[in-house]
């Protein structure tokens, strides 16, 4: 194989730039070299994979790995694959995704969560057949405008789609460069991840970029993990700065918690001959997904009848960024009061901005609808 040509003076700058300094790395910058000869030996066949090193040119294979990278992004590998096959069975190209529905694209993210990811995938589909004619776009500088291309997905296309020697700097990424040079981090800053591609655009082999990325990333999946590195199996322990120091896992330093704000929310069953009132929104969180009606304490007690649905328990449930205790209502016993309630209850939730519409029991199972709100239809089920 071709020697890579590294800049040492710029790879001892990024480095020295963290405050450590590149020891065995500097000096034997082989580690590119080793890593791509370990990938050809342990390259997992995943579905998504297509074989060899060239850069992809059937639109097949370029959708494939669109989609694949969009459920991997908050997805570990083992979890996306059978989402993944399931995916492309119904959708097996841009097509297909442009036109169907985005209720049965979000249904289909049901389980893996941020189902953000679902919808910037649908519109991407969408823009990639009304204005690219159905063939993702070749031009780099157009992809800003694409949505839910950020930079980790442009550096990953640009190598892969187009051969040029463009980093691809995901969480993996990151935690192998951090302990191959002993960076502290903090990992998630974003300064630090620019020190990592800017490293990375220094080392990147520029006749197998994509291959590069895929081997880093999977490196970083396999063997350098998050709490259990398995050194003594690795490619580079001979030329890794975090081995050598006895301390791997210090790198990079994880990002400070962000706080995690507690809100109670009260879930309401309202049940008519109509069916089962659920309501969604386009914005915020778990926006374009059902869920049963719920209210803040401050707007439910602002809606007195509201009070008249009984109390039957509540449900728990953590987001990366909040903690939901969600008090779940069942209407009241007394018809009259019933009545009055759900006239309450409705007003509020049109003030509020949410779209209501009524199912019948059995729809439920179809309807896009987030976990949370799956633990609360459960708890529901004997009052309907
Ligand atoms: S030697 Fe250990 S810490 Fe260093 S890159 Fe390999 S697995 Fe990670």
């Not at 639109?59 to 694959?81: C, K």
């Not at 399931?86 to 169907?100: C, G, H, I, K, S």
């Not at 926006?287 to 439910?300: E, G, K, T, V, Y």
């Not at 987001?319 to 018809?335: M, Q, Y």
Request: proline letters at 9%; one cysteine or more.
């Amino acid at each position: 194989m071709k020697k890579t040509k590294h800049r040492h003076s710029d790879v001892q700058s990024a480095a020295r730039g963290s405050g450590n300094d590149v020891r065995e790395g500097d000096k034997t910058p082989s580690w590119p070299e080793t890593l791509l000869a370990w990938y050809g030996a342990h390259r997992r066949p995943l579905p998504w994979r297509t074989p060899g090193s060239a850069p992809l040119s059937e639109e097949a294979d370029v959708y494939r790995t669109v989609v694949s990278e969009f459920l991997l992004m908050r997805t570990r590998v083992r979890a996306a694959e059978g989402y993944f096959r399931r995916f492309l069975e119904r959708f097996p190209n841009w097509d297909e995704l442009a036109r169907a529905p985005e209720e049965e694209v979000l249904r289909f993210w049901q389980g893996i969560g941020f189902y953000r990811r679902a919808t910037y995938l649908h519109s991407l589909a969408r823009t990639v057949v009304e204005r690219h004619g159905g063939k993702f776009p070749r031009d780099p500088r157009s992809w800003n405008e694409l949505p839910g291309i950020g930079p980790y997905l442009s550096g990953l296309l640009a190598a892969k789609l187009l051969g040029l020697p463009e980093p691809a700097v995901d969480g993996n990424a990151q935690r192998v460069v951090a302990r191959l040079f002993a960076w502290e981090g903090p990992k998630d800053d974003p300064g630090f991840v620019r020190r990592v591609r800017d490293l990375l655009r220094t080392y990147i082999p520029p006749e197998l970029p994509g291959t590069f990325n895929e081997a880093l990333m999977e490196l970083g999946e396999t063997v350098c993990t998050p709490r259990s590195p398995r050194c003594p199996e690795c490619p580079l322990q001979d030329e890794c700065a975090a081995r050598r120091s006895g301390e791997p896992t210090r790198y990079p330093r994880p990002a400070s918690p962000r706080p995690r704000p507690l809100e109670e929310r009260d879930v309401y069953l309202c049940r008519t001959e109509a069916g089962i009132l659920l309501v969604r929104r386009d914005t915020g969180l778990l926006a374009r997904l059902w869920h049963f009606p719920h209210l803040s304490s401050a707007s439910a007690e602002a809606g007195s009848c509201c009070a008249d649905f009984a109390f039957i328990g509540t449900v728990e449930h953590a987001f990366t960024h909040r903690l939901w205790i969600l008090r779940l209502r069942v209407p009241p016993a007394s018809s009259a009061t019933c009545g009055r309630a759900r006239e309450d209850l409705v007003r509020l939730l049109a003030e509020d901005g949410w779209e209501t519409r009524w199912f019948l029991p059995e729809e439920l199972v179809r309807v896009p609808m987030p976990r949370v709100f799956r633990k609360v239809e459960e708890r529901f089920a004997p009052f309907w």
